[in-house]
């Protein structure tokens, strides 16, 4: 069973356009992440959702907006798409019960390249 | 903001020796810290957590922890080609719902 999953696998656009790319998670985690690893491999927090409320926004364009509509569940909508957001973008999740450190499960990745 | 330092490599190493990888962080109040495997093309995968100083064992995996001198290291004993990879040091924020990560060290082992 996959724990983390992601869709779409791979997507290529338009610099302008407007796309968007779901996450899942079956593990029962209360907390949610995007990620963005660029093309040198340097893997950056985006957003941090805790039971689809939003505790983390790493100084992320307003082009992007996550929307959680419930806990197992992330999307990142990506407005006016630049050719600087082609990227990896993951998805993660973990469970954070009382502050506590947790592991943090990645889903399979999107590639994104704007064209 | 945490820092989160890896020489970016390539480290080679021939089969059946011991790789070692090294992070260095600048917080000197975290208090745990991950060890991530990325494939090419794959996601993160966890290897090791470690939040007490010395040394922790898993397998051929011992993750080492020196909180006075703010560094952690990663050491694989008798390294397989299948352990080439990208491997990724975090560190996590007090609340634990974050992660800083470093930019990586690739690693090659050759036959």
């Known amino acids: 069973d996959t724990a983390v999953s992601q869709t779409p696998k791979y997507l290529v656009t338009q610099m302008g356009n407007d796309k968007s790319i779901k996450c899942e998670q079956n593990?029962?985690?209360?907390?949610m992440y995007w990620y963005k690893q660029d093309s040198k491999k340097f893997l950056k927090i985006m957003f941090s959702?805790?039971?689809?409320?939003?505790?983390i926004n790493e100084t992320v364009p307003n082009r992007f907006s996550p929307k959680s509509p419930d806990k197992a569940h992330l999307n990142l909508h990506i407005n006016s798409l630049e050719l600087g957001d082609s990227a990896v973008y993951f998805c993660a999740s973990s469970q954070v019960t009382g502050g506590l450190v947790a592991t943090q499960y990645f889903g399979p990745g999107t590639r994104l390249t704007v064209l | 903001q945490k820092e989160v330092e890896q020489n970016s490599g390539p480290l080679s190493v021939p089969e059946g020796a011991i790789a070692s990888l090294n992070c260095t962080y600048s917080?000197?109040?975290?208090?745990?810290f991950f060890w991530y495997r990325q494939y090419s093309g794959k996601s993160p995968e966890l290897i090791m957590f470690?939040?007490?100083?010395g040394d922790k064992e898993d397998g051929r995996f011992t993750a080492q922890l020196n909180k006075a001198s703010q560094y952690v290291s990663l050491l694989i004993r008798d390294s397989q080609p299948s352990d080439s990879a990208t491997y990724l040091c975090?560190?996590?924020?007090?609340?634990?719902?974050?992660?800083?990560f470093g930019g990586g060290t690739r690693l090659m082992v050759k036959p």
């Open positions: 470690i939040y007490s100083n």
């Open positions: 959702y805790n039971n689809k409320e939003l505790i």
């Open positions: 593990l029962g985690h209360d907390t």
């Open positions: 975090a560190v996590p924020n007090n609340a634990g719902n974050m992660l800083t």
């Open positions: 917080d000197r109040g975290s208090q745990s």
